[in-house]
């Protein structure tokens, strides 16, 4: 009862600063008003070192979205992590903790306070993947965490350059950088966010629990990276090289989501397209539609996560597509609102994902781009299309090959309750934000046939999904395992670590053979053997004893 009442009043708690902060945000958007609030702390020389948070309209409704999912997770873990469990507590508290660092990242434009939110989040998420103490799950964890690090490194050296301005406020010499601390914040970002060549940590995070990786992969971890860009935005600059990098990550998970059988790992991979969209859109300056994709694909991707955590809780933790199917027929509710996250994450008109998606895309034909790039835009979101009518081919209408069904339905439970704020949002959250947001949206002429290019392309993506199970045969087994492990690139930062492992390995052993052996950890194990010594011939010879007595004796006198 104790763990209920915990669970209880933390939902209602962000679902109440939830509420609050969408609130204001609407008013300060309404009003083009900002907040900041400053807390002097310590001044060394010309350097001020003090901690400020800036409540505005991005702030407001970024985290306004982040509690509210946190809080149907919170809701959610209630019955799926077992609320009357020893360890459910312990999971609570990792959760509130994971998003109050998020929280902080958020609220803050100073990048001391960016940095201890940012090393919250890598630090509490390596708690998260570790959570169920196995060996996948270690190296899961090492590979989140070493992958990350990358990024901190990113943000040190930032941390560092802005020394010479005398203040960490970001915000306010945004103007005046220079091209060195943008590239390394863009570097520390695309870490974050998992772009080529960081992309193997994402999917390898799916070791954590399932409403974790809700929370993780649709508002707070992943995104911590195209948010503080969307902050640096006077900052972004054009680039063909970055552009090509964020549209090879969507070709590139869309590719290995084609062949994936996990379950977590298929909507994780998707996650990865979704953030190269935002990217894309970012690099092409397109800042409000970024932020506008942020907040839509947070809503459906932690619906997504939420249904696929009840398939797996209810077919005793499996997670292979291929031994799931006819779940609809046992549970239709839970069905309905996976399809929906679905069709919303491939941008079916008039859901979530439509208002954010289209536009994006249709900005994008009116950039400047070659022909080349055009046709990996067009083919991520064929892409798309394929490996979600997949998803939905083998979870749904593919005959079950694990365990009878006749007991598993639809109950009432703090899972259903959750997806059900869920889905609603999947479904209006794009077009209330269309109505709300004054969107700096300029208008977008083009003839019929290009206008619907994009719907064709979603169409023709989910015939050729269809089409992928008749022509499997085409495939050899070395196709699949290549794409399955996303073309190697896990295998090849296990072994760079492992070879920077090792290398500190040696490190440390020369060390300890050399440099203590013969300085102060050698000194004291020599001290110490020769007081041992020292004591043994003392008590075992009589002369000595008598010796040593006389000596104690003298001096006493």
């Known amino acids: 009862m104790i763990k209920f009442n915990f669970y209880v009043v933390w939902f209602f708690m962000m679902l109440l600063i939830s509420m609050i902060s969408f609130y204001f945000g609407m ?10 609030i400053e807390v002097s702390l310590l001044n060394v020389n010309s350097v001020n070192l003090s901690y400020v948070l800036l409540f505005d309209f991005i702030s407001m409704m970024f985290m306004s979205v982040v509690l509210f999912i946190s809080s149907m997770v919170i809701l959610y873990s209630y019955s799926y992590m077992g609320g009357i469990s020893n360890s459910s507590l312990r999971f609570l508290f990792l959760v509130i903790l994971f998003v109050l660092s998020m929280i902080l990242m958020i609220m803050s434009p100073n990048l001391l306070s960016i940095m201890l939110g940012w090393d919250g989040l890598g630090l509490i998420s390596y708690c998260l993947v570790i959570y169920y103490m196995s060996n996948n799950s270690y190296v899961a964890g090492l590979i989140t965490c070493l992958t990350n690090r990358i990024g901190d490194a990113g943000l040190i050296i930032c941390i560092s350059w802005m020394l010479s301005y005398g203040s960490w406020h970001f915000i306010f010499y945004k103007d005046y950088f220079d091209s060195y601390i943008s590239w390394l914040m863009i570097m520390s970002c695309f870490t974050k966010s998992a772009q080529i060549p960081f992309s193997c940590w994402l999917p390898a995070a799916m070791a954590a629990p399932t409403p974790v990786s809700a929370l993780v992969h649709s508002s707070t971890l992943v995104t911590a990276g195209v948010y503080l ?25 869309s590719i290995c989501a084609n062949f994936e059988f996990d379950l977590k790992k298929i909507i994780a991979l998707s996650t990865l397209s979704q953030l190269g969209l935002m990217m894309v859109s970012l690099l092409m300056n397109m800042i409000d539609l970024s932020f506008f994709h942020l907040l839509t694909h947070a809503m459906f991707k932690s619906l997504l996560f939420l249904c696929a955590g009840i398939f797996i809780f209810y077919m ?38 439509f208002y954010s998606k289209d536009l994006i895309v249709e900005s994008y034909l009116n950039f400047n781009m070659n022909t080349f790039m055009f046709i990996i835009m067009y083919l991520s979101l064929g892409l798309t299309s394929s490996y979600s009518i997949r998803l939905c081919y083998y979870s749904i209408m593919h005959n079950n090959k694990l365990m009878s069904l006749n007991l598993v339905f639809d109950k009432f439970s703090f899972m259903k309750l959750s997806i059900y704020f869920l889905t609603f949002f999947s479904v209006f959250f794009g077009c209330l934000q269309m109505w709300m947001i004054n969107l700096d949206l300029t208008l977008i002429m ?15 993506g ?17 196709f699949y395992l290549f794409n399955s492990k996303m073309w190697f690139l896990f295998s090849h930062s296990y072994f760079l670590y492992n070879k920077f492992y090792n290398v500190s390995i ?27 010594k020292m004591q043994n011939l003392i008590n075992n010879n009589i002369k000595m004893f008598l010796i040593t007595f006389l000596i104690w004796f003298m001096f006493m006198i």
């Open 27 to 36: 008013i300060f958007n309404l009003l083009n008003y900002s907040l900041i």
């Open 229 to 253: 860009l969307i902050r640096f935005n006077n900052n972004l600059f054009f680039s063909n090289t970055l552009l090509f990098i964020s549209l090879m990550t969507m070709v590139f998970s």
């Open 316 to 353: 005793n933790d499996n997670q292979d597509i291929r031994l799931m199917g006819i779940v609809c027929n046992s549970m239709p509710f839970t069905t309905a609102c996976f399809n929906i996250s679905t069709m919303a994450l491939c941008g079916i008109p008039f859901l979530s994902g």
């Open 446 to 460: 083009m003839p019929t046939y290009i206008k619907i290019m994009t719907l064709l392309m979603v169409m023709f």
């Open 462 to 478: 989910f015939w050729m999904g269809l089409e992928m199970f008749n022509l499997s045969y085409l495939f050899t087994n070395n």
């Open 506 to 532: 040696y490190s440390n052993n020369y060390l300890l053979m050399w440099g203590e052996y013969y300085g102060a950890v050698g000194l004291s194990y020599y001290l110490m053997n020769i007081s041992l």
